[in-house]
C-alpha cells in the first residue's frame, strides 16, 4: 500500500489543501456573472459577461458572439427600474470592434445586455443575467448613506 495514504495525518492535509484550492477557484468564478444567450433578430449567437476591473465594471461579450451586418451597432444595458443607457458602438474604425466596455458610474445595475442599432433605431438582440447585477457604484452609494 502507498506511504502517503496510509498516513492519516497526510491525509487530512491532503484534503484541507484540496477544499483550500477549490475555495479559491469558486471565490474567483463568483465575480463574474453570464448572460443567457443573445436572442434577437440580427444578435442572436453569444453571451455577454460582467467581471471586475479594480473598481471599474465591465462587460465583454463571449467569443462565439457575431457583431450584427448592420450600419451602427451599439451596447445598451437596461437596468432594474427599466431605464436603458445607450453606450458604446460595437464596431469601430478600421474594422475592430468594442467587444469590451467599462460601464459608467451613473449606471448603478444591470438587469439586460442589448444590442441596439441607433441607425435604424431598432433592438437587434437582448440577454438577460440571471439575476441584476448590483454596479460598484451602486455598493458604494449604499455604503456611503
Not at 477544499?19 to 433578430?41: C, E, M, R
Not at 441607433?118 to 443575467?129: R, V
Amino acid at each position: 500500500m502507498n506511504k502517503f495514504l496510509s498516513n492519516p495525518a497526510l491525509g487530512v492535509l491532503l484534503a484541507a489543501a484540496l477544499s483550500l484550492a477549490l475555495g479559491i477557484s469558486i471565490g474567483y468564478a463568483s465575480d463574474g456573472h453570464t448572460t443567457a444567450k443573445f436572442q434577437g433578430v440580427k444578435a442572436n449567437t453569444g453571451t455577454a459577461m460582467h467581471t471586475k476591473d479594480g473598481n471599474k465594471d465591465v462587460l465583454m461579450v463571449s467569443d462565439d458572439f457575431k457583431i450584427p451586418e448592420t450600419p451602427a451597432p451599439h451596447w445598451q444595458v437596461v437596468d432594474t427600474k427599466g431605464n436603458v443607457y445607450l453606450l458604446n458602438q460595437l464596431r469601430i474604425k478600421d474594422n475592430k470592434f468594442n467587444r469590451k466596455i467599462t460601464l459608467p458610474a451613473y449606471i448603478h445595475d444591470v438587469a439586460k445586455v442589448q444590442i441596439w442599432c441607433s441607425f435604424a433605431e431598432a433592438l437587434l438582440g437582448e440577454a438577460s443575467f440571471p439575476a441584476p447585477i448590483a454596479t460598484n457604484t451602486n455598493m458604494n452609494m449604499a455604503e456611503a448613506r
